[in-house]
């Protein structure tokens, strides 16, 4: 897409004062996929040197904003912690071409607040703290299963960054299962469920996105039981809540984040105490 209203592309280490119409440009799979008529600069952060994945002190890991779906994916592929597979299931989740595969970023999914993101799936089930710089230098953290508020709509402020994205060791350590249902075989998620078993106390965490218009989380004590688990994701999803567009119809959805929710609680505790 020709962004022809852009007047400027500046680099982000030297753009001056944020102003209304300028736009974060990280990957930009986004922003030159459809026409933007009120943008007028993109500030570029290719070259602000950060580092793609960071090996906390305390064994977490740091997602810089700019890390591309390649770059996470290959760590996923080769990483020792439990959750492992879990990156590499939510990065296959795109179903990007390999363009989109090589420049989208953790950060710019965040950041659209879609529905269907997976990069939000992912961050939100592993308990990931999202690091926001804002115009005036300060720094604020904010979980980012609370990021999200909406279908494309984040607690950014206008001009603040995201920065980074750290998962903590103990999610990192956790047990996970994944379930995803698409309407087509190559679709858009239309369904996203996260289960994670807590290394520490066995605990259970579901995760639902996609089929909702912002990311759910319900804890259980260990080995909740299939009411139990109906009953607080059918309690705690209100039907107005569930995102409605033609990748799936608000009823579909519900249907199948309670069965999933169901499978995924049978498998991590259920098989685990077997």
């Given at each position: 897409m020709d962004l022809h209203t852009v007047t400027e592309v500046c680099d982000a280490r030297q753009y001056g004062t944020w102003r209304p119409g300028d736009a974060w440009l990280g990957g930009g799979t986004y922003l030159f996929s459809e026409p933007q008529p009120h943008l007028r600069r993109l500030v570029d952060l290719s070259r602000m040197g950060w580092k793609a994945l960071t090996a906390t002190p305390d064994g977490g890991l740091e997602i810089a904003a700019t890390c591309t779906i390649a770059?996470?994916?290959?760590?996923?592929?080769?990483?020792?912690?439990?959750?492992?597979?879990?990156v590499e299931q939510c990065?296959?989740?795109f179903l990007a071409?390999?363009?989109?595969?090589?420049?989208?970023?953790?950060?710019?999914?965040?950041?659209?607040?879609?529905?269907?993101g997976?990069?939000?799936?992912?961050?939100?089930?592993?308990?990931?703290?999202?690091l926001l710089r804002g115009q005036d230098g300060g720094h604020r953290r904010v979980p980012a299963a609370a990021f999200v508020v909406g279908a494309g709509r984040t607690v950014r402020e206008p001009g603040e960054l995201l920065r980074s994205?750290?998962?903590?060791?103990?999610?990192?350590?956790a047990r996970t299962a994944f379930r995803q249902s698409s309407l087509y075989g190559l679709g858009r998620s239309g369904v996203l469920v996260i289960g994670t078993l807590d290394p520490q106390d066995g605990s259970l965490t579901?995760?639902?996105?996609?089929?909702?218009?912002?990311?759910?989380?319900?804890?259980?004590p260990p080995e909740p039981n299939a009411a139990a688990?109906?009953?607080?994701?059918?309690?705690?999803?209100?039907?107005?809540?569930?995102?409605?567009?033609?990748?799936?119809?608000?009823?579909?959805?519900?249907?199948?984040?309670?069965?999933?929710?169901?499978?995924i609680r049978r498998e991590l505790t259920e098989e685990a105490a077997a």
């Open positions: 770059e996470l994916s290959r760590h996923g592929a080769t990483a020792a912690h439990r959750a492992a597979p879990l990065c296959r989740a071409s390999w363009k989109i595969w090589h420049l989208a970023t953790v950060g710019g999914n965040l950041c659209n607040g879609l529905p269907a997976p990069m939000i799936s992912l961050t939100a089930a592993l308990d990931g703290v999202c994205i750290t998962l903590p060791a103990r999610a990192l350590a579901l995760t639902v996105t996609a089929s909702t218009v912002r990311p759910f989380r319900f804890w259980f688990v109906r009953e607080a994701v059918a309690d705690g999803i209100r039907d107005e809540e569930y995102f409605d567009d033609i990748h799936g119809l608000p009823d579909w959805r519900r249907h199948m984040t309670l069965r999933h929710a169901e499978e």
